[in-house]
């Protein structure tokens, strides 16, 4: 079973419509993230956090919302889609320095593809 | 703020061939981390290589290695006897002291048979 999963993989919508995009983790990182991709503008920070009660704006988070329910699971929302909305998105997690356990990298889902008509 | 800058868009290699793949980044911190990641057509993000910034040593792993010059703020990656199945982008990435990721555009790289 894959370690990080996002739903849904595909998703078409309408402009105006709330949009929610689920992340679920099993490796137990405190840390998870959310990016968008755009071709030719690699990937851009959304939002991340750094616990359950730890919510903090990336890059590019206008339009966007998002909600940490449990160590292992983080929403994004779109309350109002909007058609430059449209890209590939990817949640992902890494360990905190704290852990012990050493590892700095991040980890990413299969990402969702979002089109907003 | 940190930027990482690649500035391939696309490149190409023969099979069995070596390729390197260019990186520059700018920042004011001493210590960082930074990565390659690759992105098959699959979409998936796969980790490649990471370098620690206080390790004078350049990482290898297998066909990939890097040439990390940090006075230059240059990471490069060379993957050796390139493989078919090496034709992805591929994504540098930085990482500061706090966990924030930063990530180039990334480079098209494609293994011609």
């Known amino acids: 079973d894959a370690d990080v999963t996002q739903t849904p993989r595909n998703r078409i919508t309408k402009t105006g419509k709330r949009i929610m995009l689920e992340c679920s983790q099993t490796k137990g990182h405190d840390r998870m993230y959310w990016y968008r991709q755009d071709p030719g503008l690699g990937l851009q920070l959304i939002y991340y956090?750094?616990?359950?009660?730890?919510?903090n704006k990336g890059e590019i988070s206008d339009g966007y919302s998002v909600s940490r329910q449990a160590q292992a699971k983080f929403s994004l929302s779109l309350e109002s889609a909007i058609p430059n909305q449209t890209a590939l998105y990817f949640c992902?997690?890494?360990?905190?320095?704290?852990?012990?356990?050493?590892?700095?990298?991040?980890?990413f889902g299969p990402g969702t593809r979002l089109t907003v008509l | 703020a940190q930027t990482v800058t690649q500035s391939q868009p696309e490149m190409s290699v023969q099979e069995a061939e070596t390729v390197t793949l260019s990186c520059t980044y700018d920042?004011?911190?001493?210590?960082?981390?930074l990565f390659w990641y690759k992105q098959p057509p699959s979409r998936q993000m796969i980790l490649v290589i990471r370098q620690e910034a206080y390790k004078q040593q350049n990482a290898t792993e297998n066909r990939f290695s890097v040439n990390f010059q940090k006075a230059a703020k240059s990471f490069s990656l060379k993957i050796s006897d390139s493989q078919l199945g090496d034709t992805a982008m591929y994504f540098c990435?930085?990482?500061?002291?706090?966990?924030?990721?930063?990530f180039g555009t990334g480079t098209s790289l494609t293994v011609i048979p």
């Open positions: 956090s750094f616990d359950v009660k730890d919510i």
């Open positions: 992902a997690t890494s360990d905190s320095p704290t852990s012990g356990r050493a590892r700095d990298e991040q980890f």
């Open positions: 920042t004011s911190e001493s210590n960082y981390y």
């Open positions: 990435a930085f990482m500061n002291t706090g966990n924030q990721f930063y």
